[in-house]
């Protein structure tokens, strides 16, 4: 087998947080998460907060996995608007489902939560991030009257 050619480095982009309210229920496969106000990104070159419409169409698969489908709408520090979308995978033990049910806090070691976001914008200042692909990963999630998520997202290089 011939060695990989390139490497693939990763380069801190910003945490994302945001709290979330209780899921409506579609069906037994779909819950619809609204984003709550209060939600923010922060990193070396981006700033800003999470306003509506933003949402989280969560599907259980067959086996029991979650499928992420978020569309998300950030206003930056300077006003411009940024949309967010994600998809991405999640796989979380039953004694974890049952930690996040009971609000108790669930951390990156405790699930695999793996979300891919693509950015459109028209800003001058965040025009950049229309050329990204990034990588993020779930570093705090919690259920109950604090429910929220945090990601950790990496641009890769």
């Known amino acids: 087998m011939n060695q990989p050619l390139t490497d693939i480095r990763a380069e801190f982009l910003m945490t994302l947080h945001s709290p979330l309210s209780p899921p409506q229920i579609a069906n037994s496969t779909l819950e619809i998460y609204n984003a709550l106000g209060g939600g923010w990104v922060k990193g070396p070159r981006i700033q800003g907060e999470i306003i509506p419409p933003t949402g989280d169409w969560f599907r259980r698969m067959p086996n029991g996995k979650g499928k992420l489908d978020v569309r998300m709408s950030i206003r930056a520090d300077n006003g411009s608007i940024i949309?967010?979308?994600?998809?991405?995978?999640?796989?979380?033990?039953?004694?974890?489902?049952?930690k996040y049910a009971a609000g108790e806090e669930v951390g990156a070691d405790d699930a695999y939560f793996i979300i891919s976001p693509t950015f459109e914008t028209t800003s001058e200042k965040y025009g950049w991030?229309?050329?990204?692909?990034?990588?993020?990963?779930?570093?705090?999630?919690?259920?109950?009257p604090d429910s929220h998520i945090t990601y950790n997202i990496f641009v890769v290089r």
């Open 129 to 144: 991030l229309n050329d990204v692909v990034a990588a993020g990963k779930m570093i705090s999630l919690r259920g109950g």
């Open 83 to 98: 949309f967010a979308a994600y998809v991405g995978r999640t796989v979380i033990s039953e004694v974890v489902r049952r």
